[in-house]
């Protein structure tokens, strides 16, 4: 679920899939077990793909 802070729903949703897409090409990083909640901030709407996958490799990096 994407926050209606991050916009109107077509922004909300197209977030998630990038968020969602994002991430399945990083399961291999979580470790096995691990539960990660992925918190979309207002200023993802803007972001482009290569942000979003940034900011999460660098969240990921921290586990």
Do not use: F, I, W
Request: proline letters at 3%; one cysteine or more; aromatic letters at 2%.
């Amino acid at each position: 679920m994407v926050s209606k802070a991050v916009g109107t729903a077509v922004v909300r949703n197209r977030v998630k899939r990038r968020l969602r897409h994002l991430m399945r090409e990083r399961l291999d990083v979580v470790p096995a077990g691990s539960l990660v909640v992925v918190r979309a901030q207002p200023e993802s709407a803007g972001a482009s793909y290569r942000d979003l996958a940034g900011a999460l490799d660098r969240c990921l990096g921290r586990l």
